[in-house]
C-alpha cells in the first residue's frame, strides 16, 4: 500500500545544474500535482496535471517542468538549478475535487 | 483569487490545554476546507475537511466548522497532547478551478509541552 512515493528524499545541486525529481502513485488518481515549502509561506502550487497528456502551470512554475506520459508518474524537472529553488518539494495526488494523499518530501538545497 | 490566512505562529501550549488556531479565507463560490498536519520529516496528512457550510469536520479530538458567515474554518481541540506536537495547515479547494487544486495557508507550528 506504497501511495504517493518521492525520491530522492534529500539532494544537493550546484547552481547551473538540472535533475528530475520522481514521483509515482498507485491508486489510480487523475490528479496529480507538485508544491514547494517554504518557511512561512505554506505550500505553493508548481504544476499539476488532470490526466496522462494534460499538463498546467501553477502559482510558481518558472524554471521548472513537468509531463504527464502515463496516471502514475509525474516528475517534476529542474532546467537549470538556482539558489532560489532551494525548498521542500511534494507531490500530492488525488480524485477530482476529493482530498490529497502527499508523498514525504524532497528536501532540496542549491548551492 | 482564492487565498488563505492562518494565525501567526508559533503556538506553545501545555498538556490538556485548549486549543485554536484561527483560519479565514477568501474565494469565490463554495469551496471545500481543509485542515492539513504535517509531522516532523513527514508529508502532510488530512487531518478533517468539510463541503459546505455549517458542515463540521472532526477527528482525533480536532474539530472545525465551516462558518459561510464569518468565512472562517478555526481548529480547535479541548486537551492537546504532546503527541499533537506539528504544523497545521489550513486548504481551501474551489470548485471553479480544474481538478483538486489546493491553496494552503502559511502554516501554524504547534509546540505542546508535558
Known amino acids: 500500500n506504497a501511495g504517493v512515493t518521492q525520491t530522492p528524499k534529500f539532494q544537493v545541486l550546484k547552481t547551473g545544474q538540472s535533475m528530475t525529481l520522481q514521483c509515482a502513485q498507485d491508486m489510480n488518481h487523475e490528479y496529480m500535482s507538485w508544491y514547494r515549502q517554504d518557511p512561512g509561506m505554506g505550500l505553493r502550487l508548481i504544476h499539476y496535471?488532470?490526466?496522462?497528456?494534460?499538463?498546467d502551470q501553477g502559482e510558481v512554475p518558472n524554471g521548472y517542468n513537468v509531463s504527464r506520459s502515463t496516471t502514475e508518474d509525474f516528475p517534476l524537472r529542474l532546467l537549470s538549478a538556482a539558489p532560489s529553488q532551494t525548498s521542500v518539494y511534494f507531490c500530492a495526488s488525488g480524485g477530482h475535487y476529493e482530498k490529497l494523499f502527499f508523498g514525504s518530501g524532497t528536501q532540496l538545497s542549491v548551492l | 483569487g482564492n487565498s488563505v490566512t492562518q494565525m501567526e505562529g508559533p503556538v506553545t501550549l501545555s498538556e490538556e490545554a485548549f486549543l485554536t488556531i484561527n483560519c479565514t479565507y477568501t474565494?469565490?463560490?463554495?469551496?471545500?476546507l481543509f485542515w492539513y498536519v504535517q509531522y516532523p520529516g513527514e508529508g502532510l496528512q488530512l487531518l478533517l475537511k468539510a463541503t459546505k457550510a455549517d458542515d463540521k469536520g472532526s477527528n482525533k479530538g480536532f474539530e472545525a466548522t465551516y462558518r459561510k458567515e464569518t468565512t472562517s474554518f478555526h481548529l480547535e481541540k479541548g486537551s492537546v497532547q504532546v503527541s499533537d506536537s506539528a504544523v497545521y495547515f489550513c486548504?481551501?479547494?474551489?470548485?471553479?478551478?480544474?481538478?483538486?487544486?489546493?491553496?494552503f495557508g502559511e502554516g501554524t507550528q504547534l509546540t505542546v509541552n508535558p
Open positions: 496535471s488532470v490526466g496522462a497528456g494534460i499538463t
Open positions: 474565494a469565490t463560490g463554495y469551496p471545500s
Open positions: 486548504a481551501l479547494m474551489g470548485r471553479e478551478t480544474s481538478g483538486s487544486r489546493l491553496t
